[in-house]
């Protein structure tokens, strides 16, 4: 953030969605919203919410890492940027090699929320969003919300967590799972197939 208020200052590396606390039970990941869109032909766009207590009696500030899928199937994201939840002000963030940094403040009692906007180019119409790191923090996500949509001309093939619903919204399918007391042992990956394909009805692992 751009403000740092003079009080004691954790130095610590976090990874959201991918949090790697250096200091656990200072700054607490407590909960996650991610909406996941599919952008033909070949992108996809991150929107998470992210929110963040302490549980000291005194505010906290900490630099996070905020890491993307980057890899042989899928490029540094094209578009990137992070935002206070409650002030809607953009924030400064450094880029890294497979990632990016910035700083936020939480206040004692209270709640801090960051939202991380992302788009990034795929192959193989499959994606991959970071959430086995999440058990870094040594506790689980009080409670997440998930979707991933798709436009009604694709069909999502696979997603690795079965979805609690599929509803209509416009021109696309959006599939929502939620969690509770989460603690992640897989990424959020998924594949799709386009009209020209063989289809196939999705498929989902158990929960």
Same mark, same amino acid.
């Given at each position: ?73 899928? %490029? =540094?994201? $094209?578009?990137?940027? *992070?935002?206070? #939840?409650? &002030?809607?002000?953009?924030?400064? +963030?450094? !880029? /890294? ?62 997603? %690795? =967590?079965? $979805?609690?619903?599929? *509803?209509?919204? #416009?021109? &696309?399918?959006?599939?929502?799972? +939620?969690? !509770? /007391? ?26």
């Amino acid at each position: 953030m751009k403000r740092f208020f003079h009080f004691s200052i954790v130095t610590m590396i976090v990874a959201i969605a991918s949090v790697r606390p250096l200091a656990a039970g200072d700054i607490l990941f407590i909960r996650e919203n991610i909406s996941v869109a599919i952008l033909p032909p070949d992108t996809i766009k991150v929107d998470g919410e992210y929110f963040f207590s302490t549980a000291q009696s005194m505010p906290l500030s900490a630099p996070l890492y905020y890491p993307f899928p980057v890899d042989s199937a899928a %490029s =540094y994201p $094209c578009f990137v940027r *992070v935002t206070d #939840g409650r &002030s809607a002000k953009t924030m400064p +963030f450094t !880029k /890294q090699e497979q990632g990016i940094s910035f700083a936020i403040t939480c206040k004692a009692a209270d709640t801090t929320e960051v939202i991380v906007l992302y788009k990034q180019r795929v192959k193989n119409q499959s994606g991959r969003y970071i959430l086995t790191t999440t058990g870094a923090w040594g506790r689980p996500l009080v409670n997440s919300r998930y979707t991933v949509s798709i436009p009604q001309t694709l069909t999502l093939a696979y997603m %690795s =967590y079965e $979805c609690d619903t599929v *509803v209509k919204s #416009g021109s &696309s399918l959006v599939y929502r799972f +939620f969690k !509770k /007391q989460f603690m992640p042992d897989r990424d959020l990956s998924f594949t799709w197939t386009d009209p020209s394909s063989q289809l196939q009805p999705a498929a989902f692992p158990k929960k």
